[in-house]
């Protein structure tokens, strides 16, 4: 038993581990390049951030021309046929031609509604994101204040991945 109780002092008991905090410090090697500071990581980190909302935000543009260009479409496409019952001389129409050019009116009214309260939300969606712009570059300003990268990433993803005016085309 007393041989046993000496094993565990030696081999790893509390009494024989000592650890020298100054050379494990420097034992450790870390995969950053030695020129990087934290704050670097930091910033550039944020600017990664900052790319992937610019992309998002790019993507939902996309998402609502894509709802305006069926809008339009279908928009169109009615058009078309109440054109078509709206040549007819009134006194050659059947109450079934006057029942269908109501009913289109109604779908066309609807579409029209529909589209502009899209229009509504991209402009809402706009104002929103240039205050959450404002605001990030106050952030970006006063966290990194030497660096302007920030800027500068956030300036050309807008300009590369955004469009001033997206093109909400269908006229009514």
Same mark, same amino acid.
């Given at each position: 038993?007393?041989?046993?109780?000496?094993?565990?002092?030696?081999?790893?008991?509390?009494?024989?581990?000592?650890?020298?905090?100054?050379?494990?410090?420097?034992?450790?090697i870390?995969?950053?390049?030695?020129? &990087?500071?934290?704050?670097?990581?930091?910033?550039?980190?944020?600017k990664?951030?900052? &790319?992937?909302?610019?992309?998002?935000?790019?993507?939902?543009?996309?998402?609502?021309?894509?709802?305006? &260009?069926?809008?339009?479409?279908?928009?169109? *496409?009615?058009?078309?046929?109440?054109?078509?019952?709206?040549?007819?001389?009134?006194?050659?129409?059947?109450?079934?031609?006057?029942?269908?050019e109501?009913?289109?009116?109604?779908?066309?009214?609807?579409?029209?509604?529909? *589209?502009?309260?899209?229009?509504?939300?991209?402009?809402?969606?706009?104002?929103?994101?240039?205050?959450?712009?404002?605001?990030?570059?106050?952030?970006?300003?006063?966290?990194?204040?030497k660096?302007?990268?920030?800027?500068?990433?956030?300036?050309?993803?807008?300009?590369?991945?955004?469009?001033?005016?997206?093109?909400?085309?269908?006229?009514?």
């Open positions: 038993m007393e041989k046993e109780r000496r094993t565990s002092k030696q081999y790893g008991s509390l009494e024989r581990t000592h650890v020298d905090a100054e050379k494990s410090a420097e034992d450790v870390s995969m950053a390049d030695s020129t &990087i500071t934290v704050e670097d990581i930091e910033g550039e980190l944020c990664i951030e900052r &790319i992937r909302d610019i992309l998002v935000r790019r993507e939902s543009e996309l998402r609502y021309m894509m709802d305006d &260009i069926q809008l339009c479409k279908e928009i169109t *496409r009615l058009k078309t046929e109440l054109q078509k019952l709206v040549s007819i001389p009134d006194k050659d129409k059947s109450k079934e031609d006057r029942e269908k109501e009913e289109l009116l109604k779908q066309i009214n609807k579409l029209v509604e529909t *589209r502009d309260f899209l229009v509504d939300d991209v402009e809402f969606e706009r104002l929103r994101e240039r205050e959450e712009d404002r605001e990030m570059a106050a952030f970006l300003q006063s966290k990194f204040p660096s302007l990268a920030a800027k500068d990433v956030e300036e050309n993803a807008a300009t590369l991945f955004r469009c001033e005016e997206p093109e909400m085309f269908c006229g009514r």
